[in-house]
């Protein structure tokens, strides 16, 4: 029989009233909790470094013709030469459904078709950092970290870089102060008063999922299918659930750092955030992170009056010379990250750079261009061959990096986004 409802319709469950999605006519499976386990060697981590709009193609990019290892670094990559032989440029590389000028990062680690779903206006689907975060995220606190800053110049949509299973965006932290807290204060509420919170969660998502089987019944495709997407929301926050109660009773690492100081932006912002990445890595409170970085307010810090958008329209004087300033910025922050990863030394005497994968870059490479994505890779953790400059056959799938690190790490995948088979130049 066919159920009639408002178009407005509620589940109610223990009190609670939770919205269902507008359907034309008006399955659920149990994620079981994820064990937590102590590492016994270093794991491996992944992080990946988004930028707005792009870089100075003239100045950014080593010349084509150099390979190798015996390249010349560019004007916009020299701050990074103390650390020459362990990061690779790769040139060549695009995602092939890209169409935004001023997305820099919406589908960079996803390669996604935005047309792919009939009806909608954007669809996005995982993004690699979250491919990490499903298989080796179960072992710690925070499945992944996203970082943000309030400043989203030249990203285009989304909450962060992160996009989950569904292409759904994944929020990210823009407080250095509150990433801080997270990572590693104390929770304010006393053990049984949490553990009731989460009981009560659980309640509600019980009462809400009995009642949606009889919802489900009698909807068209379309709805089926809808709801089937909002339902997988509620199922996500159930996983959520296991890993909150599975940590509950464990108290949070000791943080290796200060509280960052409140207000921060630009540079310092930047660098702060490094430090919490580190940190974070450090004490395996998680072992997948992105950071979308900031362009308007790295210029201010910069003492640079060109607004982002008029910088990436570039040509010959202010906006060039701004331009190159945000690059040597960049590489300069960059640099200090590989020499703190460098200096934070495992447990069995390695460092953390040795088992990390990181990855710096965006899906503009400059003005309008959305081909030859700037790409830098450093870090151990992807067993990835460092200290070169690789250029690629033109329009290589960005996403075959992605899926080299990923294979790399050990996550055996067959493909991630538009990609067509590993960078076999990368592999050490």
Known sequence: MKNQFNRRHFLRGTGALIALPALESIGFRRFASAATTAPVTPPK??????????????????????TGADYQLSPGLAPLARHKSDF??????????????HWGSTFWLTGANRFSVPGQSMANSISVDQVVAQRLGQDTRFS?????STDGSGHGPGLSLAWDQRGKP?????????????????????????????????????????????VQRGLSKTD??????????????????????????????????????????????????????????????????????????????????????????????????????RDNAHSELLAGLIDKLKATKEADGS????H??????????????????????????ANLKLGQHLVLPKDTPLCN????????????VERHGDSSGIVKALQA
Not at 185 to 197: E, F, I
Not at 266 to 289: C, F, H, N, P, W
């Open 45 to 66: 981590r992944s992080v990946f470094l988004g930028i707005g709009f792009g870089v100075t193609k003239e100045t950014w990019y080593p010349n084509q013709k150099e």
């Open 88 to 101: 690779t440029v790769v040139q060549g590389l695009a995602n092939q459904y890209s169409n935004e000028a």
């Open 144 to 148: 992944s970290i996203q970082l943000d």
């Open 170 to 214: 994944v929020s990210g932290q823009t407080d250095p102060v509150q990433v801080f807290h997270k990572l590693f204060s104390a929770d304010a509420l006393p053990l049984d008063q949490r553990q009731a919170a989460i009981a009560e969660n659980r309640s509600v998502l019980d009462a809400v999922l009995t009642e949606a089987k009889r």
């Open 224 to 325: 089926t299918d809808k709801l089937d997407e909002y339902f997988q929301g509620i199922r996500d926050i159930e996983t959520r659930l296991g890993k909150d109660e599975a940590w509950l009773d464990v108290p949070k690492s000791k943080p290796p750092m200060d509280e960052p100081e409140p207000g921060l932006k630009g540079k310092d912002e930047i660098e702060i955030m490094y430090q919490l990445i580190v940190a974070a890595m450090q004490t395996d409170s998680t072992r997948a992170l992105t950071y979308r970085m900031p362009c308007h307010s790295l210029l201010q810090s910069l003492d640079i009056s060109v607004a982002p958008h008029n910088m990436s329209h570039y040509s010959p004087g202010e906006r060039m010379l701004a331009s190159q300033a």
């Open 351 to 354: 460092s953390l750079f040795d």
């Open 356 to 381: 990390t994968a990181l990855a710096f870059g965006s899906n503009i490479s400059s003005i309008h261009y959305l081909d030859n994505c700037p790409t830098v890779l450093t870090g151990g953790g």
């Open 401 to 412: 990096v992605w899926l080299t690190i990923l294979n790399g790490m050990g996550i055996d």
